[in-house]
């Protein structure tokens, strides 16, 4: 016969005290919990960041893997719910690693844009996030993204700010991702000189983000020289000057570091002005062109290609509706329909807000757009150009339009052209453009740290 443990330890008062207790001691921790204003939901840290939270694998299955009978008949109030109660977050790989902290707001609202996430290390320095984009969902996530925050410890205080930086209203600490042992820069490692084949770059200052260097060949000061405003990147965002210390943080201003790294490394780029003198095997002369008249094109399929990169100029335009096919202007006339939108094709470094707004004189209309067919509208003259193997590291120009490696637009398989207004021409005139195409120079310091301000 089957015997049973004695239950007499339920009968006993102490055995509920304790239970109670217990329980009232479990109820108070997640309450308190649930009344912060914010709760950390997940933590990732490297050069890609994937994250799927609430339904979102869910809804990523029925979208790509559910078989159609099940998708057919399933109500839509179940998607909906689905999709309110889902964020899915996957982006490009970028140069540098970096942290998110994925962020909720325990009351269900969306996260305040008054909410300051900082990182504090052991000496007091503050560590903030870098400008972001926000990604609106219904379960009120935000990210905050650190490029720079204390590596070398093993552990990160977090703390979460509400109307400025002296009304911290929340405090936690974390495993730190990205801890090892890292070097330790010292100051013997200054240097503002450094050298590149014949030229010499000298750091006259050191000045956050407008640090001054001077170009010399020998002992001769060489002009037309300027800092690259748009440092080339892969991946992430341009900036024009780059801080960075010995354990991978990065800061353009070089102040969101830890006051205990005595040496950063300035790394910041250089180009030739338009003026300066080129190497032959650097630019490439266009024969002489001549403006179409109103409703007329001409082909010209002309190519060459200098350091790699492949150039076309397809071909030069007159005003009026040009049809395009294939991306190659096939018949034209001089009526122009006003119903047109400004042609995002005709894109130039630094100035695509005035050629994608409705100054933008080279147009098309929407209604004409197909696979491979769309109609212009030109107010000016334009030429018709196309590159191809335009790296982040090259500078490409065409008589004052710099052609960037994010010009290289992709449609339908192929590499759209650029359409670039010829400016005061008139019909008859005769213009004569020209290719010029260099690489960036990557110049680096170690210097000091700059002023850093309080916090």
């Excluded at 443990?5 to 479990?26: D, E, M, Q, V």
């Excluded at 050069?47 to 159609?68: C, M, S, Y």
């Excluded at 204390?150 to 552990?155: A, C, E, L, V």
């Excluded at 150039?311 to 040009?322: F, P, R, S």
Aim: glycine share 4%; with cysteine; aromatic share 10%.
């Amino acid at each position: 016969m089957a015997t049973f443990p004695s239950t007499r330890w339920l009968k006993h008062r102490f055995f509920w005290y304790s239970l109670a207790l217990a329980g009232t001691l479990w109820l108070c921790l997640w309450s308190r919990q649930w009344l912060q204003p914010a709760a950390l939901e997940k933590v990732t840290f490297g050069k890609k960041h994937t994250v799927q939270f609430g339904f979102a694998r869910i809804v990523n299955w029925l979208d790509e893997r559910a078989p159609d009978w099940l998708t057919d008949h399933l109500p839509e109030r179940i998607y909906e719910f689905l999709g309110d109660h889902s964020f899915a977050f996957d982006e490009n790989e970028s140069d540098h690693e970096t942290l998110i902290l994925w962020l909720s707001d325990r009351r269900g609202s969306e996260w305040r844009e008054n909410f300051r996430v900082d990182i504090i290390d052991e000496h007091g320095c503050v560590f903030t996030p870098v400008p972001d984009r926000t990604y609106p969902n219904s379960m009120a996530i935000q990210a905050a993204r650190f490029a720079s925050f204390p590596r070398r410890q093993k552990q990160l205080v977090i703390r979460i700010h509400e109307g400025g930086p002296r009304n911290p209203i929340q405090e936690f600490t974390i495993t730190n991702p990205a801890w090892r042992e890292y070097p330790m820069w010292n100051e013997s490692l200054f240097t503002t000189r450094t050298t590149n084949s014949d030229l010499t770059f000298v750091l006259e200052n050191n000045v956050p983000e407008t640090p001054s260097i001077q170009v010399y060949r020998g002992r001769k000061l060489v002009p037309s020289w300027r800092r690259v405003e748009n440092g080339p990147r892969e991946r992430t965002f341009w900036v024009p000057t780059l801080y960075e210390d010995a354990t991978g943080n990065s800061d353009p201003a070089g102040i969101n570091f830890c006051r205990h790294e005595k040496v950063l490394r300035l790394t910041t780029w250089m180009e030739r002005e338009r003026h300066a003198e080129f190497a032959p095997h650097a630019k490439w002369a266009l024969p002489p062109l001549t403006v179409p008249e109103t409703g007329k094109f001409d082909l010209l399929n002309l190519t060459n290609t200098i350091d790699g990169i492949t150039l076309e100029v397809q071909a030069i335009c007159g005003t009026g509706e040009i049809q395009f096919t294939n991306h190659l202007p096939v018949s034209a006339k001089s009526e122009a329909r006003t119903n047109t939108l400004p042609l995002l094709l005709a894109a130039r470094s630094g100035d695509l807000n005035r050629f994608n707004s409705e100054l933008n004189p080279i147009r098309i209309d929407p209604s004409s757009m197909k696979s491979n067919a769309y109609l212009v509208v030109a107010r000016q003259p334009h030429i018709v150009v196309r590159t191809c193997g335009v790296s982040p590291h090259h500078r490409v120009d065409l008589a004052g339009n710099e052609i960037n490696h994010w010009n290289q637009r992709s449609a339908y398989g192929r590499i759209q052209p650029l359409h670039l207004p010829i400016p005061n021409a008139s019909p008859g005139d005769s213009i004569q453009w020209q290719w010029l195409v260099q690489r960036i120079v990557e110049v680096r310091f170690m210097v000091p740290p700059p002023s850093r301000p309080d916090n």
